[in-house]
């Protein structure tokens, strides 16, 4: 949809002296003189300068700025490892019901047994759909529930003498980014093992550095080159037989749903991004919620306070001495849990077993349709992700991964991740999810194959890319480190 070019500018470029968006009746309130309540230097001397346009134009500007973003709404939104799927509107519907959405999380429990019904609820499908045995709900998101587990791993090695003998987490070179920092945070050391040429754990590399002073292991499955670890079992066993502890993080569990879970594999504790897998809202910095879920034995050190039913009465509970405390308010982010629990009971067992199936299908669907054109450096099956490298366009024609990125906006299509995992050099990351079509999937192979043509007939016709975007390249650095976010000619004047 085409805008009049002057949309394209700041409100305060198309105010005019004398325009308004509104027509108030005379005021016949009394003056009040604000001296006696202010010292007079914070009381303003002159109008404020504030843009002058008719109604009218203010939609418009609204509305065209509404259309500068690219959201999953807006096109596909192939982001590996971060899961980009579709948001079902009834979620809102849902969450904008007055007994969620008027709530107040310090009202009363008894006059709150709707809303802590529904979180006891989540908790149990959770449970189910992990295989764990307890959840907390608390974690505001996936990093804040990684660093949860391994407190609580800490918690259970200090409570059994070996606090000061555990003293690294095993994190693998195909773990989320989030993994090493979450270790170090909780004031371990972390230890990297790397993959084999097959892009899975190295048995050999985990069984020499496991050891007595081993505190656990962070495994991400499937992982992010999209591959499901072969050898998980082995994994968890050999962490075990040193005392150490097995967390799984739970950020790619879009691929794994009713099929399999971290409990049955052996896992202690695992967190769940409920913003990605269970289609809250995702992006734009959040809220996000990332529940744990642990195994009997780690309970009294979950969170507190935790939900809990007695008799007819769902009832908050903080009494748990070993517990690593509060880490969040309230009961962590109950807008976004309330998402997640109407999208478990829409889909049901089955529908969320078939979302994973689905997700898996389109994503090797998309692989074979473009492997021909980039290079694949994991040739088996992948899961709900997989990537590919662009050294060979690098090579050959110096494009690079951040210029295919770029090109794919103007095919109306966001960029994958890029230069993610570090394992692959010029990679691409890309998860098309199961809420696309094949339809969509065929637009995005398309895309991918016409870039790739293209470098080869025109590289510096990507090199320039995006051309139909409201910016073309920003210095990225910039941009995030000091961005402009006031009008410089109001300041001015």
Known sequence: MAMLKEYNDLIFEISQPGHVSYDLPENDVPTHDLTKDLPEYLIRQDDAKLPE???????????????????????????????????????????ALDGFSQIHPQQEMETAQGALELLYNLQDHLAEITGMDSISLQPAAGAHGELAAILMFKAFHEANGEGAQRKNIIVPDSAHGTNPATATVAGYESIEI????????????????????????????????????????????????????????????NAIMGISNP?????????????????????????????????????????????????????INSEYPQSIGRIKGNFGNFGVNVRAYSYIRTMGAKGLTQVSKD?????????????NYYDVPFAQHCMHEFVVSCKQQKTQYNVNA???????????????????????????????????????????????????KEIMEDPEKVKQAPYLTSVRRLDETTAARKPILTYQASLQN
Do not use: W
């Open 194 to 253: 790397p993959s084999t040429s097959e892009g899975i754990i190295d048995i050999v590399a985990l069984k020499q550095v496991v050891n007595e002073e081993t505190a656990g292991i962070m495994l991400t499955n499937p992982n992010t080159a999209g591959l499901y670890e072969r050898d998980i079992q082995q994994i968890v066993d050999i962490v075990h037989e040193a005392g150490g502890l097995a967390y799984y993080d739970g950020a790619n569990s």
């Open 359 to 371: 997700a898996v299908l389109n994503s090797n669907y998309l692989k074979e349709r473009i492997k």
């Open 53 to 95: 346009v008719s109604e009218l134009q203010l939609v418009r500007h609204y509305t065209a700025l509404s259309t500068k973003n690219f959201g999953i709404e807006s096109g596909p939104y192939p982001l590996g490892s971060c899961t980009m799927k579709y948001n079902p509107k009834v979620n809102e519907t849902i969450a």
């Open 402 to 452: 951040k210029d295919v990125g770029k090109r794919l906006l103007d095919y109306g299509i966001h960029s994958p991740t890029t230069y993610f995992p570090l394992i692959v050099e010029e990679c691409l990351m890309i998860e098309p999810t199961e809420t696309e079509s094949i339809r969509e999937l065929d637009q995005i192979a398309d895309a991918f194959i016409n870039i790739a």
């Open 263 to 315: 409990g049955t594999m052996g896992f202690d504790a695992v967190h769940l991004n409920l913003h990605k897998t269970f289609t809250g809202p995702h992006g734009g910095g959040g809220p996000g919620s990332g529940p744990i879920g642990v195994k009997a034995f780690l309970e009294p050190f979950l969170p507190v306070p935790r939900i809990e039913k007695a008799d007819n009465l769902f009832v």
